[in-house]
Structures are given as structure tokens and as C-alpha cells.
């Protein structure tokens, strides 16, 4: 067998084939090969070489300083696990515009200002634009120290010369490159060996890198999934494009806590905390409207309310349609089924769609009971009481199931003004009677009775 050097390389998934074909083999997309210089060669072909030697050191050794360092920014501190830990690289991926130079200028700034050594290095604009985004940002006297640099060599070297910076912002990995390798910046082999090198100097060093990644139109982090194994945290930084939130969520971490999210707002001067996320998500509530519910959620360890929108209307289609915004598709058909299934409710004639209000995205299944109020409410023409939450998991049978931290979740809807809490029957015992009202259900066929009930109530009126 002849032992020629794979040179086509998968742009989606890293995949090296050995010749170029329109499809992938590995991933099954169609048109991402392109012809990349390998690797060097290793194993058989290369030389056997003598190692290095390295001294092996105990586990039991000091960590000699604080591990961690706060940003300065709470909710970026909340999602990364309470602050930067040494020699951690982190991976910000999001939609282009979305505020990912924002978000890092002002952490830089804000860690500068805490007299740590901070570098913010961009490939993808002069020094010049990030001074103008700085100065609308009312930072421009922070001691933040930048370049418009995209040589990895270039910049390792920099960085090592005299004091190691606490904080280094790669904007982005995308744009950097590494004479290492032949292929343009941007592709798989060239994202992989910049951002190996450059794991390589902060784990040597001591510094925390974030590198900043460009996320395709499918949510992928560009090209460079391939970096996702190779970083300690994988930080995601959304919104939608219409709605001035922002939401910062770990989908890995190494060093933390993955289910914590940080909510800012966009504003006109920057990004801006918002510390109590249920009071943003609740503030344009369309209040005694069929249709909406407010669940209360818990993201990570902080209790959160929102509303659930739901439209359900008589559809011209064969196929009735079935869209939903910031929830899982699947929940939804799930639920519809059980309303069919056990509690008569007929949905078959009609399109169902079902939105959470301000861009949030939803991934309990504390979420069901909620959901499935919205759609009876609208079904049925008949608004919730409009000073209730819910949340409960409905399971096939029909039955409601108790969720985690009911407590919190209740304590947070008071906290917030509400009266009453429709909550699966377990969730009594555990949160108790005290400023708001419990309401226990034991299936969701009482829920679209009671709600049933009303509108009755409200057409006879
Ligand atoms: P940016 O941080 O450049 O996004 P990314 O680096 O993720 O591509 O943010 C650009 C958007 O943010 C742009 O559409 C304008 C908006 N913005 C504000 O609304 N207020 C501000 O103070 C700043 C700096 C940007
Ligand atoms: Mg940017």
C-alpha cells in the first residue's frame, strides 16, 4: 500500500481524505473539501528520534497562585464558573454582530481596571476601530493593551517578551495563522495548529486566552469544531437579532458549571448586566391575552420566569403546521399528543405555534405545563389569570410529574409580584403555603377542564 499523505480536508468536521470528493465521508456534506498541505508526517514515515527528557512532578505540589481571576462583569463571571482560571483557553462562539468584540473589550477593560495585565489582540480590524468601539464604550482610558496582529509566531513571541498578561482576547481564531502549516487562514489545518499554538503558550504561561470563533448559519462553531476538544470551556454567546438580550451559556466547561447562563442587554453604550433576568423577560407582557403563561423556569442555579406564547387557529392546510421558537420541537409534538390522547383535546384542524418571549431558549421539561396552558388558553379563547405561573413535567400519561428546586421557583414568582402558582401536586409539600397561592394538579386533563371552564365563563360574561 502506497503511503501517500491525506491532503483534502473536511472544512466541517476535519475529516482528511486522501483524494477530493464531493462529498464527505465523514459528515455527509457536500462541497467542504478542499486541498490543505498536510501534517507533517508522522509515524512510520518520519525518523525515530530521541525525546526530550522532562521531570515528572507529584500531584500533591502547591498551586502557587489564586487560581482564578474575576472578569468584572458578574454574569460572565457566573457562566465561566467565578472568573478565569490560569492557563485556561476559552472559546466564544456566536452569530456574527451578535457583540462577542463588545462582550471581550469590556471584560479586558474591566479586568485592566482591576490592575491585571489584559491584551486584546484583533485579526479582523485595525487598532484604530477597536479604539473608536472602545471610546463609544466610554473606555478609552482603560490600560488595555491592543494589536492588529494574525501571526501566531508573531504574537507568541510578543507576549512572552516581559510580563505574561493575565487576560489575551484572540478576535478571532479564524483570522490567525501559523507558518507551521501551508494551508489559508480559516481553514480546519490552519484553526487547529494556530489554536494548538496558542494553547501551548497559555498553558506554559499561565494566561488565560479566549479566542473568539465565527458560528456557521447551521450554529456550528465555524470550521473549527475541531478546536471545541481542544479548549477548556466553550462559551456561546446568543440572542435574537430583533430583541437587545444577550445570553452567555457554557456548553463545556472544564472549570465550571455548564447549565449557568449570563444575561446582558445591548445597549447604546455596550453590554449591560442584567442581574435580575425575570423582570427583562416579563416586562412587555400582553397581560389577560389568550395564550400566554408564565413559567417559572430555573437556568442553572437562578430561578427565571418567562412567558409562553402559544397561537392555536383553524389551518387550510393538509398538513397543519407546527412552529415553535425557544423550545424543543419534540416537547411540543409530545404534549400535543397528550392533550389529544387524554384530554380530548382536538388539534388535528388547526396550526399550533408556540414562542418564548425575548429571544430565551427553554431546555426543561418543567417547561410541559406551562406550554400546555398557552395552547389550551388560546384553543379555548380564554386568558390565564393573569397573576399565575406554571410549571410541571407532563409525562405521557397525562400525569404531572414534580420537577427539581420547586421552592425557588415559587419564591422567585412572589418575589416578583405574582399571587398564585399552578404546580404539580409534589411541589406543595416541598415550597408550602406561604405569600402565594398553591394550586396542585394531578393531570393535565383537570388543567384543560379548569381552563376549559373559564372560557365559558368569560364568553357567558
Ligand atoms: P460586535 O461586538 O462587533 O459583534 P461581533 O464581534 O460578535 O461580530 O457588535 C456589533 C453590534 O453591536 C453592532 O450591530 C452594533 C451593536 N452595538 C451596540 O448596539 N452598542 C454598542 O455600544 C456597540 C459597541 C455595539
Ligand atoms: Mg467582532
Not at 225 to 235: I, P, T
Not at 275 to 290: M, V, W, Y
Request: overall charge neutral; glycine content about 12%.
Amino acid at each position: 500500500m502506497s503511503k501517500r499523505h491525506l491532503t483534502f480536508i473536511c472544512q466541517n468536521c476535519g475529516a482528511a481524505h486522501g483524494r477530493w470528493q464531493g462529498k464527505c465521508e465523514g459528515c455527509s456534506e457536500w462541497n467542504t473539501l478542499s486541498e490543505e498541505g498536510a501534517d507533517r508526517p508522522a509515524g512510520p514515515g518520519r525518523k525515530p528520534g530521541k525525546g526530550r527528557l522532562f521531570a515528572l512532578e507529584p500531584l500533591a505540589g502547591a498551586a502557587q497562585e489564586a487560581p482564578r481571576t474575576g472578569s468584572g462583569i458578574g454574569e460572565f463571571d457566573r457562566v465561566t464558573g467565578g472568573g478565569f482560571v490560569r492557563g485556561s483557553v476559552l472559546l466564544l462562539g456566536g452569530d456574527p454582530g451578535i457583540g462577542k468584540s463588545t462582550l471581550l473589550i469590556q471584560a479586558a477593560a474591566a479586568l485592566a481596571g482591576h490592575r491585571q495585565h489584559a491584551v486584546y489582540i484583533s485579526g479582523e480590524e485595525a487598532v484604530a476601530q477597536v479604539r473608536l468601539r472602545a471610546e463609544r464604550l466610554g473606555l478609552s482610558q482603560a490600560p488595555v493593551q491592543l494589536a492588529a496582529e494574525t501571526s501566531v509566531e508573531d504574537i507568541i513571541a510578543t507576549l512572552s517578551e516581559g510580563k505574561i498578561p493575565r487576560l489575551v482576547v484572540i478576535d478571532s481564531i479564524q483570522t490567525m495563522w501559523t507558518d507551521t502549516v501551508e494551508s489559508a487562514p480559516g481553514t480546519v489545518t490552519q484553526v487547529r495548529a494556530s489554536a494548538q499554538a496558542l494553547i501551548r503558550f497559555a498553558k506554559k504561561s499561565g494566561a488565560t486566552i479566549i479566542l473568539v470563533g465565527h458560528v456557521t448559519k447551521d450554529g456550528q462553531i465555524a470550521g473549527p469544531r475541531v478546536v471545541e476538544h481542544m479548549v477548556d470551556a466553550v462559551l456561546s454567546f446568543e440572542g435574537e437579532g430583533s430583541h437587545q438580550f444577550r445570553i452567555l451559556r457554557a456548553v463545556k466547561n472544564r472549570f465550571g458549571p455548564t447549565d449557568e447562563i449570563g444575561v446582558f442587554e445591548m445597549t447604546g453604550a455596550g453590554l449591560r448586566e442584567v442581574a435580575n433576568p425575570s423582570e427583562l423577560f416579563l416586562s412587555e407582557r400582553d397581560l389577560g391575552q389568550p395564550g400566554t403563561a408564565v413559567f417559572a423556569g430555573i437556568e442553572g442555579t437562578r430561578p427565571l420566569l418567562v412567558e409562553i406564547q402559544a397561537l392555536v387557529a383553524p389551518s387550510s392546510l393538509g398538513t397543519p403546521r407546527r412552529a415553535v421558537v425557544g423550545w424543543d420541537p419534540s416537547r411540543l409534538s409530545m404534549v400535543l399528543a397528550v392533550l389529544e390522547a387524554h384530554c380530548g383535546v382536538r388539534l388535528g384542524g388547526h396550526d399550533v405555534y408556540l414562542n418564548v418571549a425575548g429571544g430565551l431558549r427553554i431546555n426543561e421539561p418543567a417547561a410541559d405545563l406551562a406550554a400546555a396552558a398557552a395552547l389550551v388558553s388560546s384553543l379555548a379563547n380564554a386568558p390565564l389569570p393573569a397573576d399565575a405561573v406554571y410549571f410541571g413535567e407532563v409525562s405521557l400519561s397525562g400525569a404531572i410529574r414534580p420537577v427539581a428546586q420547586a421552592a425557588a421557583r415559587v419564591k422567585e414568582a412572589a418575589k416578583l409580584g405574582f399571587a398564585r402558582a399552578i404546580v404539580p401536586e409534589a411541589a406543595r409539600a416541598e415550597a408550602g403555603d406561604g405569600a402565594i397561592k398553591l394550586t396542585d394538579v394531578t393531570s393535565l386533563a383537570a388543567l384543560v377542564a379548569d381552563i376549559a371552564a373559564r372560557g365559558k365563563r368569560a364568553a357567558a360574561a
